[in-house]
T-cell receptor, first 113, second 112 residues
């Protein structure tokens, strides 16, 4: 069975500090990977997607970057956090096309103070 | 680009009644319409989907209807139970890219 593990579960960070969030997918070869951001009680904004190792496409510019160093790993990062980065970050995996259901990780709650 | 609108921001029903959540989309090329459920403080999980080659799909108490002419799709939850209380998100996607567009979510409250 496929599993998705997201880390950390929660982070409290200072404005201007760096950030690294990650997720690992096990049991699925070459999944499409996605990063979503959800403001508190808000809608989901797709940030990045990746269809293969080393290739990441940006959907919106939020002073964040993403990388896929391994087939089963997706990393979200920034060198300098803003207050507006606070929210809930969700990693998800899907099949070879976007016309398949997504499987979400448990999410990371980020508070920037 | 595609825009998905979810018409009810909140919906309150009595236990045992039916709940209907409506969504519209703008891109006629969208061909896949999933629904996700988010319980308080938790992540999203898939509940049901429909593809553009059908207009109705049922899974137990969940029914999804798709009207391609009106570019509208809806989630019907029959015989609601308190554990159905959650935020429900509709989404739409095209097969030609990796963009998946979500509605703003509907907070469903099922009152005992």
């Amino acid at each position: 069975a496929q599993t998705i593990h997201q880390w950390p579960v929660a982070e409290i960070k200072a404005v201007g500090s760096p950030l690294s969030l990650g997720c690992t997918i096990k049991g699925k070869s070459s999944p499409n990977l996605y990063w979503y951001w959800q403001a508190t009680g808000g809608t989901l904004q797709q940030l990045f997607y990746s269809i293969t190792v080393g290739q990441v496409e940006s959907v919106v510019q939020l002073n964040l970057s993403a990388s896929r160093p391994k087939d089963d790993q997706f990393i979200l990062s920034t060198e300098k956090l803003l207050l507006s980065h606070s929210g809930f970050y969700l990693c998800a995996w899907g099949g070879q096309t976007s016309n398949e259901r997504l499987f979400f990780g448990h999410g990371t709650k980020l508070s920037v103070l | 680009g595609e825009k998905v609108e979810q018409h009810e921001s909140t919906l309150s029903v009595r236990e045992g009644d039916s709940a209907v959540i409506n969504c519209t989309y703008t891109d006629t090329a969208s061909s896949y319409f999933p629904w996700y459920k988010q319980e308080a403080g938790k992540s999203l999980h898939f509940v049901i989907d429909i593809r553009s080659n059908v207009d109705r799909k049922q899974s137990q108490r969940l029914i999804v209807l798709l009207d391609k002419k009106a570019k509208r799709f809806s989630l019907h939850i029959t015989a609601t139970q308190p554990e159905d209380s959650a935020i429900y998100f509709c989404a739409a996607s095209l097969n030609s890219n990796n963009r998946i567009f979500f509605g703003d979510g509907t907070q469903l409250v099922v009152k005992p």
